[in-house]
């Protein structure tokens, strides 16, 4: 079936895993969306333990818009990738279990993909629900930019929490690594099927019109984690787009400018570690032969990063430490 056969205009998809509690928030604005299109909203259990499945149950009755769906295998991609499956829109509409969709979301998503026909996918602004939480996992630009097909996407151009995609590019590029995502050791999925959608021909847009309030409920304790997690997506995101002759040139220079030059110890630590994920993703998706390779290149680009982000704390502490 093509995109034009599906009456549904937008499908939301919500994956949730454990957080049954916080999901109760998300689901209640689902109840208040408002718009003149049809749409529907698939809420994925990812084999929680918890009383998720009982939660989307009872949410469902009351709310015909809504239909539950389960992935056994763990993990963001999978569970994404199962989810738009089940889907009836011809877009599909990506946001996280703690996040706050406004009214006027499903009109908005709507609006970004009639007014450019050709646009194959688009990320939106995405608000801290709680001025408490630590400002992170949000994306406050308030003007368009344009993704080009056939580019490097840097890892954050778009974010999964609010992240829309033409069900005929999600056919296309094969939907979502299932090998990807939050509760993977590579929480890259969301970026990973950007990009494949850029490669495989397809231009997108960053659009601030619609909003998701992230409600995520971590604080600056929780930020050095968060950022971790950051890198070691950044690294399996990078390593795939290598190993592909035809995206291996713009990531070698892409990775570069982002995570390579030496402004301060902290990006090479980053490098660093971004490598260490890169060889973890190596190992999993490549032959032996291609792994030796590219492994003995990482294991040295390893090193150098370590040695690097060290010489620049000695020297900046020795700067310091002269009267």
Not at 20 to 44: C, F, G, N, P, V
Not at 74 to 82: E, H, I, P, V
Not at 177 to 204: H, K, M, N, S
Request: proline share 5%; with cysteine.
């Amino acid at each position: 079936m093509s995109e034009a056969d599906y009456l549904v205009e937008v499908s939301v998809v919500i994956c949730t895993r454990n957080r049954h509690d916080q999901l109760e928030e998300t689901l209640d604005s689902l109840m208040k969306l408002r718009s003149a299109h049809q749409w529907e909203a698939i809420i994925l259990d990812n084999a929680s333990t918890d009383r998720t499945k009982e939660v989307i149950e009872a949410f469902a009755r009351v709310c015909p818009n809504a239909h539950y769906a389960y992935e056994a295998q763990r993990g963001l991609g999978a569970a994404r990738d199962t989810a738009w499956r089940s889907t009836r829109g011809k877009i599909v509409a990506f946001t996280d279990d703690d996040c706050i969709l406004p009214d006027d979301y499903i009109d908005r998503v709507a609006e970004v993909f009639r007014e450019d026909p050709e646009l194959g996918f688009m990320g939106g602004r995405i608000e801290l629900f709680d001025p408490d939480d630590a400002p992170v996992t949000i994306d406050l630009r308030d003007q368009r930019v344009e993704i080009p097909a056939k580019t490097y996407v840097s890892a954050g151009m778009l974010q999964g929490a609010n992240m829309a995609i033409r069900r005929d590019v999600l056919v296309k590029i094969g939907g979502f690594d299932r090998r990807l995502g939050a509760g993977t050791p590579f929480p890259c999925e969301d970026i990973d099927a950007v990009a494949a959608a850029v490669w495989a021909g397809y231009r997108g847009a960053y659009d601030p019109r619609p909003i998701i309030l992230h409600h995520h409920r971590r604080k600056a304790v929780d930020v050095p984690d968060i950022m971790l997690s950051y890198d070691r997506g950044r690294g399996a995101y990078y390593m795939k787009y290598l190993l592909k002759p035809e995206t291996r040139a713009a990531y070698v220079r892409g990775w570069w400018e982002t995570s390579g030059p030496a402004h301060r110890p902290i990006t090479w630590r980053r490098l660093g570690r971004e490598i260490a994920s890169a060889r973890a993703f190596l190992a999993q998706a490549t032959t032996r032969s291609e792994n030796r390779l590219w492994g003995s290149l990482l294991g040295l680009s390893e090193c150098f990063a370590k040695f690097a982000a060290e010489l620049v704390r000695i020297v900046r502490f020795q700067k310091r430490a002269l009267p």
